[in-house]
């Protein structure tokens, strides 16, 4: 029996599917205008549900992290990792270099410019496993702890639900782009479909806009601070919305436009901006020590890669893996479902092992260099006294510290210049994606090589605008955090069904099935 046999064809066009479309947009408004109607309540009310979530469901981030990684090493090693996503000899839609530049620009995006510099100084102030503030040793970790955090387990939460979601489009040519579709190796009976599928789609947008809307918290603020820089103006609420309108305006053009023009050129813009701007640093700092100090948590993490993975600190309870930890594993889980159909739509031709490898390699090399030379340069200049980056960071905020730590490089001026610009396409990038898979998903009858509308990518991207309004409003990282913490928790069972799904695919073929 043919790998798509059972699957009707489709003779109607793509169009909106209201099943999906309408409760998750309205889900989405309701949301909004909480947030915009009583900010200080709606920051209150997220926080308290960001701390019972990671309070009680820790353990589970934890553990489906560890298992997301094991799955994907399986799935790369095994035989199954030699069948194409596509037909028999096809070749990758993309080139290796685009198709790199896209998963990395859509799947980072502004949170590792957010986060690159300031991170590691969090964790010398408040250091895991019980190290002292402020030592040597809590240096050590810092930097150590932000590689990891940003390191291979993030790369496996977007490889896992890409397999099933390129194999589902690519080689059972199922004509919708959606994470139900690629769940019916379980929902396998039209009644099941009929039942589930609509709530997996729903939850998964809610999700990606958890996802997003994080990203958007800590992007928008971030783009401020270096555009009052540049000019002189005041960061504030005004300049906040302003940078918010323009960024819209960017990625809803894009996103318009459509994959190819778009999203494409814009993350091949960014990949080459990233790699200047590690280079860089690298070259202008102290270029020994960052080599050295980045070596020397490739060691931390390899000796104590298990104990990080599993750290809850249950008998002190002094926040770090709340905090950091599983915070960041639920960040990811909330954009896994949002970078398995990005990633899965850009994926045709590639293997199973080459699209794992793929995700896993490229997006850890780029992430990691970026954490490694950014967050060793910061703790250089905290620790010759060059720059008080802690005093900045507890006083003035995580913005303010950013633009301060990018101002000591030589060329300032410029230096801030290239990161606002490219602070402006990552996030353009990664919502671009978001737009555009959120079409998709709420799109009938779209095969793997036609876009949604135009005019539902324009929807969403103007949805995700007004997201951000209510979070900026809200203000507060607590509240930024609760918005993927809260809303991933739901999208861990999605995950588990999407690699029952794949295997009982990948199991029936061998069969003839």
């Not at 496996?156 to 080689?171: D, E, M, W």
Request: aromatic share 12%.
């Amino acid at each position: 029996m043919s790998e798509n046999a059972g699957i009707s064809t489709v003779e109607d066009g793509p169009s909106i599917d209201l099943r999906v479309f309408l409760p998750s947009l309205i889900i989405v408004l309701i949301a909004g205008v909480y947030l915009l109607q009583d900010p200080t309540q709606a920051e209150a009310g997220a926080t308290a549900w960001k701390t019972w979530v990671t309070m009680n469901f820790g353990w589970l981030f934890l553990l489906v992290a560890t298992a997301t990684l094991g799955f994907c090493g399986w799935l790369a090693l095994s035989r199954y990792g030699s069948v194409r996503l596509g037909d028999p000899g096809e070749q990758p839609e993309f080139r290796e270099l685009s198709w790199a530049a896209m998963m990395f620009t859509a799947g980072i995006g502004i949170g590792l410019v957010s986060w690159a510099f300031v991170e590691p100084v969090y964790y010398l102030v408040t250091p895991p496993l019980g190290i002292e503030s402020g030592t040597a040793a809590a240096m050590e970790w810092g930097h150590a702890y932000a590689q990891f955090h940003w390191g291979v387990i993030p790369w496996a939460f977007y490889a896992l639900p890409t397999v099933p979601i390129a194999y589902s489009l690519y080689v059972r040519k199922t004509p919708f782009l959606r994470i139900s579709a690629a769940s019916e190796g379980v929902l396998s009976t039209p009644k099941q479909r009929q039942w589930w599928s609509p709530l997996i789609d729903t939850l998964v947008i809610i999700g990606i806009i958890g996802g997003a809307g994080t990203s958007l918290g800590l992007g928008v603020p971030l783009v401020a601070e270096f555009f009052g820089k540049l000019t002189g103006i005041e960061s504030g609420m005004t300049l906040n919305l302003a940078v918010l309108a323009v960024w819209t305006l960017i990625f809803g053009t894009s996103v318009y436009r459509g994959l190819k023009a778009g999203i494409r050129r814009l993350a091949d813009i960014n990949i080459f901006l990233a790699v200047f701007v590690v280079v860089f640093v690298l070259l202008a700092g102290p270029t020994v020590f960052i080599l050295s100090l980045s070596v020397n948590s490739v060691g931390l993490m390899l000796n104590n890669f298990a104990h990080m993975s599993f750290w809850l600190d249950p008998i002190e309870q002094g926040g770090f893996p709340e905090d950091w930890t599983i915070f960041y594993w639920a960040w990811w889980i909330a954009y896994a479902p949002l970078m398995g159909l990005f990633f899965g739509r850009i994926s045709r031709g590639r293997t199973i092992r080459q699209v794992v490898l793929g995700i896993v390699g490229w997006g850890s090399l780029g992430t990691l260099s970026f954490m490694a030379v950014c967050g060793a340069y910061t703790l250089h200049l905290e620790l010759e006294g060059l720059l008080p980056v802690t005093q900045i960071l507890q006083e003035q905020g995580q913005e303010a510290a950013v633009v301060a730590i990018v101002a000591t490089l030589p060329f300032s001026t410029i230096a801030i210049l290239v990161f606002t610009v490219l602070s402006f396409i990552f996030l353009a990038t990664t919502l671009d994606s978001v737009a555009y898979v959120l079409a998709s998903i709420t799109t009938r009858n779209l095969r793997g090589g036609v876009e949604p509308a135009r005019m539902n990518r324009l929807c969403w991207a103007f949805a995700l605008a007004f997201i951000a309004v209510g979070l900026l409003l809200a203000g507060g990282l607590e509240a930024v955090k609760a918005s993927s913490v809260v809303t991933a928790l739901p999208l861990i069972p999605v995950l588990g069904v999407l690699a029952i799904s794949l295997i009982r695919w990948l199991r029936a073929s061998d069969t003839g099935g």
